[in-house]
């Protein structure tokens, strides 16, 4: 190390020495001379998340919001549950104005660590900002428009894995944070009208007979009474961190208005609205917040009803991918019938307007859930309409996979085997291994099912190379413990054929080499 200091190529001082002058530089706001102690410190330890997250907060400082969420998002590289770095990324999504996004990483944070006060707030004042500038239509770039429509679950989480690329324009990024302006009032001002509001849920608290009892949708009135003395618990904290960004979220709530009373809207603005909206309904979902992904569909599909026909370009195909969106989110919050409603809507329109592609994702979505509720008949049916409109071999092999799975539900295992293997070859057809390795492992539970033991521990086998390709542990032991039950059954039914008293089973994990059939 002295060597390499003493040609210049090192920083001096050490990881830890840099990162408390940083520190303190950025207490002092002497954010420059900060930034540079960061720097030097990661040259030493190239993406130490701490020394990330550290820069992050000095960029957000100097008003730099790009390089903060850059930073803030490499911090979380290698751990997604890196609580300070959720918090940083939150934070400064929050700064720039994109309060959705910020709220799903308030809300990943808060169920990480609930005892951090902080990400408690962080939803707080998401959510209020979200309600006071509801849906404005930023200009967004949209690098990559994903299609809009969902895919079955597993294949859903592949297509989340790559993320589009959001662009902020300039009037998005705000300049600088100001700091929360503290002020030592009591509650009972903070609160003000609301201070009788909590008195009032306090006493209920004490109604034993009440607290018991629950509501229609079956949620305890306890807990609702809970969460609303700890919402206004909040208040107080939460309107201290909200003052400095009341006046802008007024502002922007001000000019959306003006933005919606204007009839000269052009066509690109909505477009970059509906896409935006899109993007945004999308993320929430496949970030873990399904409610506030239905919502915000919700509003826009309002919104997009009160425009005339002629300004919303394909406003039928959209509003059908609205009801699609809340169905997929309804689903997600386990609320079935909801659900089951929301993707016939779309399927009405889709019928009603002739639009096959989105007749085809409302059926597969309507399969969905009446597989999730264990009306597997109905599921199928619904998914054998879809076949002949299945485009590619992908869509083909998890509808298969999905039909066969509810034979095999059913007890029809001669049926199971059919789409199974049908599966099998379309992920064959598709090169896709983990596919292959959900179909092999269909045929071989419909073959166990008729007793057809010898090819069962075949594609059992098939299917722990295809685990072992895909790197997934799980698979690997579930089918090892299917594979040890098969070789049993198998010997069992040897013994019997031959008529013999002894087992001889062999040690190990259960692999048979039975030799090729």
């Known amino acids: 190390g002295a060597a390499m200091a003493a040609a210049g190529t090192v920083p001096a001082g050490t990881f830890p020495s840099l990162m408390a002058e940083g520190t303190l530089l950025c207490r002092r706001g002497e954010y420059g001379k900060a930034l540079a102690c960061f720097n030097n410190a990661l040259k030493l330890r190239a993406g130490d998340k701490h020394g990330l997250v550290a820069r992050s907060k000095c960029y957000l400082k100097l008003g730099d ?30 700064t720039m104005g994109d309060f959705e996004f910020a709220l799903v990483f308030y809300h ?12 408690r707030l962080g939803i707080e004042k998401s959510q209020e900002a979200i309600v006071n500038c509801i849906g404005s239509p930023s200009s967004v770039k949209l690098e990559n428009k994903e299609d809009l429509c969902f895919i079955s679950r597993q294949a859903e989480s592949k297509h989340t894995t790559q993320k589009p690329q959001i662009k902020l324009t300039k009037d998005q990024k ?15 001002q903070l609160l003000g009208e609301l201070y009788a509001d909590k008195a009032y ?12 009892s629950s509501t229609k949708q ?12 700890s919402y206004l618990d909040t208040r107080s904290d939460f309107w201290q961190q909200q003052k400095p960004i009341y006046a802008r979220v007024r502002e922007r709530k001000l000019r959306q208005q003006r933005w919606i009373r204007d009839k000269k809207r052009n066509a690109a603005e909505v477009g970059r609205y509906i896409v935006k909206s899109m993007e945004d309904i999308n993320m929430l979902l496949t970030g873990d917040s399904p409610e506030e992904s239905c919502k915000k569909a919700e509003r826009v599909l309002k919104t997009i009803r009160g425009w005339p026909d002629n300004e919303v370009p394909n406003k039928k195909e959209l509003i059908g ?5 809340i169905g997929n989110a309804q689903l997600e919050m386990g609320q079935m019938e909801a659900a089951l409603q929301s993707h016939k809507m779309d399927l009405e329109f889709a019928r009603q307007n002739d639009l096959p592609d989105a007749v085809s994702r409302a059926l597969d979505n309507i399969g969905r859930v009446y597989a999730r509720i264990g009306k597997f008949q109905q599921a199928i049916d619904t998914w054998e309409e879809k076949i002949p409109m299945a485009k590619s071999s992908l869509e083909k092999t998890w509808l298969f996979h999905e039909i066969g799975r509810c034979y095999l539900e059913l007890n029809k295992a001669e049926a199971a085997q059919n789409y199974g293997q049908k599966s099998l070859q379309s992920a064959d057809e598709e ?40 790197h997934s542990e ?6 090892i413990i299917a594979l040890d039950d098969v070789s049993k059954s198998f010997i069992e039914e040897l013994n019997k054929r031959r008529g013999e008293t002894t087992v001889n089973f062999p040690k190990g994990n259960g692999h048979l080499d039975l030799g090729t059939p």
């Open 321 to 325: 991918n609205l009801y699609s969106c």
């Open 201 to 212: 849920l306090e006493k209920l608290l004490k109604d034993e007979d009440l607290m018991e």
């Open 65 to 94: 919001t790009e390089n903060a969420l850059k930073d803030a998002e490499a911090s979380l590289q290698n751990d997604k549950t890196f609580s300070k770095g959720l918090y940083q990324k939150a934070e400064t999504l929050y």
């Open 218 to 229: 079956g949620i305890k009135v306890a807990d609702l009474v809970l969460s609303g003395i």
């Open 108 to 119: 990943r944070g808060y169920r990480l660590r609930p005892e951090l006060q902080k990400f």
């Open 174 to 188: 705000w300049t600088r944070k100001q700091e929360p302006v503290r002020n030592p009032k009591t509650e009972r």
């Open 474 to 479: 799980a698979a690997q032991k579930a089918i």
């Open 431 to 470: 090169g896709d291994a983990e596919w292959q390795l959900h179909a092999t492992v269909l045929v071989a539970q419909a073959q166990v099912k008729l007793k057809d033991y010898r090819s069962a521990i075949i594609h059992f086998e098939k299917a722990l190379e295809k685990a072992k390709l895909t």
